[in-house]
């Protein structure tokens, strides 16, 4: 079975900090794939990234960056100098050998002028 | 890029009756649709699979009959909620398999239920 965890269920920040989100997961797939979305409050999901099992090197853009652990089952996202706008719910996602997405339960993040 | 188009956005019905959720693939062909469902503040929950021309595939503790869905073309998938009761208020959501793609899914808009 899979599994993924995000521990922070909320977040909050002020503008200009920066935050990192936590994604542990579980699986007993040797490959598998790694998302992270954000939903903002129309509902609407937007990819981030996805990260696949034998691809562990770290990635960034722009102000977002991806930090993949397999050795601790960790895929964890960092927002540097936040604003307003990425204020969101954002989720970490895995999709193993049967194509079906497991998410995780989600990290509100509040970000304050 | 590839688009899912979900209608309607929002939709509110009575108890007891049925509402039809439709996502449309509009320049790709969706071979396999995922239908999921959020309640309020949660996580997204897959609800089934559906494959072009073949049953869908509900996963544990979805009632099939009661949520019906189809897939009878490669642009077309819909979710039927039959006998809609207020416990069946949610955010629906279909996701196209697009595994060739860099994002490996493609997501409708959502649907926002409100059953009264």
């Known amino acids: 079975a899979q599994k993924v965890t995000q521990a922070q269920t909320e977040i909050s920040v002020v503008e200009k900090e920066d935050v990192t989100l936590d994604c542990v997961y579980e699986?007993?797939?040797?490959?598998?794939?790694l998302f992270w979305y954000k939903q903002p409050p129309s509902g609407e999901l937007v990819f981030l990234i996805r990260r696949n099992s034998f691809d562990e090197q770290n990635e960034i853009s722009g102000r977002y960056s991806w930090n993949f652990q397999k050795s601790t089952s960790s895929f964890n996202f960092t927002i540097t100098a936040s604003q307003v706008v990425d204020s969101a719910v954002y989720f970490c996602?895995?999709?193993?050998?049967?194509?079906?997405?497991?998410f995780g339960k989600g990290t509100l993040l509040t970000v304050n002028p | 890029g590839a688009v899912v188009s979900q209608h309607p956005s929002r939709v509110i019905c009575k108890s007891g009756t049925s509402v039809k959720i439709e996502c449309r693939s509009l320049d790709f062909q969706a071979t396999t649709m995922f239908w999921y469902r959020q309640f309020p503040k949660q996580s997204l929950m897959l609800m089934a699979t559906?494959?072009?021309?073949?049953?869908?595939?509900?996963e544990q503790g979805v009632e099939k009959d009661k949520f019906l869905i189809n897939h009878a073309s490669l642009t077309l998938s819909t979710l039927t909620v039959t006998s809609a009761h207020p416990e069946d208020s949610s955010f629906y959501i279909c996701s196209a398999d697009m595994r060739a793609q860099i994002s490996g899914y493609t997501f409708g808009s959502g649907t926002r239920l409100t059953v009264v």
């Open positions: 996602a895995l999709r193993g050998s049967n194509y079906k997405l497991t």
């Open positions: 699986t007993r797939d040797t490959t598998y794939y």
């Open positions: 559906s494959n072009e021309g073949s049953k869908a595939t509900y």
